[in-house]
């Protein structure tokens, strides 16, 4: 059984940084691009930033994120990671990880989801 958990959520100020991780288990995890997605209340589940299969492989990052938030890996460890700095309040959202065979920034296409962690960015 698939099983993706996130952690490292919480309440940050404006310009902020937290690091949330995202444990794997029950699939070989090195086989997997790993995607993060947010869903703000009201919103829509939107893509945030995603990495191939391969320790320091290919990123890609949504525009509103870019140059602000980074996504790394540890196949070592089943373990994919979200650096998240100068924080603003509209990047208020819970985060997700997913994984898919292939790298795509589409939240249809990922075959596993985690339940989510929570970010609040106060103003």
């Known amino acids: 059984q698939v099983q993706l958990v996130e952690s490292g959520g919480g309440l940050v100020q404006a310009g902020g940084s937290l690091r949330l991780s995202c444990a794997a288990s029950?699939?070989?995890?090195?086989?997997?691009?790993m995607g993060w997605f947010r869903q703000a209340p009201g919103k829509e589940r939107e893509f945030v930033a995603t990495?191939?299969?391969?320790?320091?492989?290919?990123?890609y990052y949504a525009d509103s994120v870019k140059g602000r938030f980074t996504i790394s890996r540890d196949n070592a460890k089943n373990t994919v990671y979200l650096r998240m700095n100068s924080l603003k309040p509209e990047d208020t959202a819970v985060y997700y990880c997913?994984?898919?065979?292939?790298?795509?920034?589409?939240?249809?296409?990922?075959?596993?989801w985690g339940q989510g962690t929570q970010v609040t960015v106060s103003s």
């Open positions: 997913a994984a898919d065979r292939v790298l795509n920034m589409k939240v249809e296409e990922y075959d596993y």
């Open positions: 029950g699939l070989t995890f090195s086989n997997y691009a």
């Open positions: 990495i191939s299969w391969s320790n320091g492989g290919s990123t």
